[in-house]
């Protein structure tokens, strides 16, 4: 209820003097100066994700989930099919010159069988790792152990049940172009759907060819990776091709680290590791028969030391033979994941023809495709400045070797005596003074 003021008579009454009138713009305020309501009190604040960074992130989700996905569909294969049997043999498996290597010691002892099974330790994750490497760059184990015997398979059905697949076909194609040609949808559907099944049509009716072309992707990637790092290595000593690199890698690695610790254990000198491998047994004879203390170390009376020359070898190889290992592995994901992504290359260039579907494309397909070949080129290119880090670091210890030979005792005698030196400096410098009535 509103209470009005009386008026008393001969006096007028007061009204509010007019202020200024408001007239509403219709002019649209910008989006940056709009308020923007306030939340309710104690609700959480959302913080803002920008969108370029939100994608990024979502790519990498997706490509780690492709990569999973490949790393799971490559361990069920290589469970199910662990060696192809009946097929023909693996491109580039020519033998190289340390798989003719013999890992051999003679000697009685609890010292010698040591040394024995760490040497045999040694030569196994050395041979272990060059091996997985040289997979990577002669072929792709998915292809190789699932993909080619697949496509001879359907190569097979497709002989046996052609008349009708070419029947079938036709008659879809022949629906699918009544059906745009007479109904003229406003979409692209029935055009994509036609062009989608000559892809599939071109992929199976050439199941072989497929398969070989999808597979030589993966390996082309990491053998151009190979071949630009001959180029831009500052020492220029590898020439040749992709093969012959490797090899002369894979026989340095193999020398550095196998050879000669064994020729150490057996000679007590590294004068049997360059030799040829067909030749080391008629060396090795000449010298026992030429030098007693040759002798000596090839029948096995150092036990002492061949035990700390094959523990000191074992323990130098694990970490790198580790790391080209798990490279290795990556790689061979990433080799798998290319070649299902090459597969189904043709079905998803025919669903890009619709413009509404381009986007999912290129984020399910094509951007996937790419960082699957980033990754191959990365682990390709690691695995190569691994094994040079690891000849320029025995390369190191061989020279400090040199120049240390015979000054052992001296060296670390100096060095006993700059460190007690040391010691005895910062105690001078952190002692108390004494003075009359206390310390300062």
């Known amino acids: 209820m509103v209470m009005v003021p009386r008026k008393r008579p001969g006096k007028p009454v007061k009204r509010a003097a007019p202020g200024p009138v408001t007239v509403a713009s219709k002019r649209r305020v910008p989006a940056s100066r709009r308020k923007r309501p306030a939340g309710r009190p104690g609700a959480p604040r959302v913080p803002r994700v920008s969108r370029g960074r939100g994608a990024r992130r979502g790519l990498h989700v997706l490509l780690a989930a492709y990569l999973a996905g490949a ?66 760059h002669r ?116 020398t550095a680290f196998v050879a000669e610790p064994l020729s150490r254990l057996q000679t007590g000198t590294g004068v049997l590791s360059s030799a040829p491998p067909a030749r080391k047994a008629g060396v090795l004879g000449y010298l026992r028969g030429r030098v007693g203390a040759v002798n000596d170390w090839a029948i096995g009376r150092h036990g002492i030391e061949r035990a700390v020359i094959s523990t000191l070898a074992v323990v130098y190889v694990l970490p790198i033979a580790l790391l080209l290992c798990t490279l290795a592995m990556l790689a061979t994901c990433a080799q798998a994941l290319l070649y299902l992504l090459c597969l189904a290359g043709p079905v998803a260039v025919a669903l890009a023809v619709e413009p509404r579907w381009r986007r999912g494309v290129l984020r399910l397909w094509l951007a996937p495709l790419g960082g699957a070949v980033l990754l191959l080129s990365v682990a390709a290119l690691a695995s190569f ?42 105690a001078t410098r952190h002692r108390p003074i004494v003075v009359r009535g206390g310390a300062a």
Do not use: K
């Open 71 to 136: 790393c799971v569909v490559l361990a069920v294969v290589f469970l199910a099919f662990p060696n192809r049997s009946g097929g023909p043999p693996a491109p580039g498996g020519r033998t190289w010159d340390y798989q003719l290597e013999t890992v051999a010691l003679q000697g009685r002892g609890a010292l010698n069988a040591y040394a024995r099974g760490a040497t045999r330790a040694t030569a196994w994750l050395a041979r272990g790792s060059i091996e997985r490497q040289r997979d990577v």
């Open 139 to 254: 072929l792709n184990l998915l292809e190789y152990l699932a993909g080619e015997p697949a496509a001879t398979a359907t190569t097979r059905w497709l002989g046996v049940h052609r008349l009708a697949l070419e029947g079938g076909t036709i008659a879809l194609l022949v629906g699918l172009a009544a059906y745009g040609v007479l109904r003229r949808p406003a979409g692209r559907e029935w055009l994509v759907a036609i062009l989608v099944l000559l892809a599939l049509t071109a992929v199976v009716t050439r199941p072989l060819s497929a398969s070989r072309l999808a597979g030589r992707a993966g390996v082309a990637v990491p053998n151009l990776v190979l071949a630009g790092a001959v180029q831009g290595d500052p020492t220029q000593e590898l020439r040749g091709g992709s093969q012959q690199v490797q090899e002369a890698l894979a026989g340095r690695y193999w």
């Open 385 to 426: 400045m691994v094994v040079r880090g690891a000849e320029l670091l025995h390369a190191s210890d061989d020279y400090a070797g040199l120049l240390l030979a015979g000054s052992a005792w001296p060296l670390l005698g100096g060095a006993l005596l700059a460190r007690r030196m040391v010691r005895r400096r910062r």
